[in-house]
């Protein structure tokens, strides 16, 4: 997950489009919870999309990888954010929206997983809270057996990163060579990227299974589609009937 890469991942997505996606996310949050004041991101990366939701919201981020986290803390310096895996995160107070963006939830790479990790940012929920999650490919709409190469062209800057898609037990496989050239140096090195292939009946169940009430958009900008699931409050238990209701 950018062990290698993480000094340059904002260089490698430079092309992706944030502020409209954060612009799109506080719409539909606006629209599904307008009390909402409180929001974690979940795989935040470097901060790119809570450099614009931190507008709307007290929001902080989390994230497994330092690297990306040293960046996302000088983007972001007034929010906080938790070096810590989605599947066993444990923070001290509740969110009214956690997102989870970019594919990152495929990363957990099983069905275990996946449950766990959706059940663990459901705790994290106050009653009513939205978790927005980003999919990555079902195993029908995912792609093997190509090649694909991306190019940075700048003056004291030259970046080639090309990838293979594979996969193998229900699991996506991006094997990553990275070109990385600036004056005086030129950097190579390898990450392979694995991400769990999930139905969207998979998805739905886990949502489900995590206490939430999922439904589908597949609208979202980027392609891929959303899951927005809403944390119902606990039911109350049954008050006993007493001799006078009978």
Not at 84 to 108: E, G, K, N, P, Q
Request: proline fraction near 4%; aromatic fraction near 10%.
């Amino acid at each position: 997950m950018y062990t290698e890469a993480g000094h340059i991942y904002d260089a490698i997505y430079r092309h992706r489009e944030y502020a409209t996606q954060a612009e799109h996310l506080h719409a539909l949050i606006s629209e599904r919870q307008p009390n909402a004041r409180t929001l974690l991101d979940v795989a935040c990366a470097t901060g790119r999309h809570l450099e614009v939701l931190a507008r709307y919201y007290e929001a902080q981020g989390l994230d497994i990888n330092p690297t990306l986290l040293e960046i996302a803390r000088k983007r972001c310096p007034t929010l906080t954010f938790h070096e810590a895996s989605m599947l066993d995160f444990h923070l001290h107070h509740s969110f009214d929206v956690i997102t989870c963006l970019f594919s990152s939830i495929a990363y957990v790479k099983s069905l275990d997983r996946l449950e766990q990790a959706l059940e663990r940012m459901s705790r994290h929920l106050t009653d009513g809270g939205l978790l927005i999650v980003e999919p990555w490919f079902t195993p029908q709409t995912y792609w093997t057996g190509t090649i694909t190469a991306n190019h940075v062209d700048e003056p004291d800057f030259k970046l080639t990163w090309m990838y293979t898609s594979e996969a193998e037990d229900g699991v996506s496989i991006l094997d990553m060579h990275y070109l990385v050239g600036r004056p005086g140096s030129i950097e190579r090195f390898h990450e392979r990227h694995e991400l769990g292939l999930f139905t969207n009946e998979q998805y739905e169940t886990a949502f489900r299974r995590a206490g939430l009430e999922v439904s589908w958009d597949p609208t979202w900008i980027t392609g891929r589609g959303l899951y927005v699931g809403v944390k119902a409050p606990p039911r109350a238990a049954a008050t006993p009937a007493t001799e006078r209701d009978r």
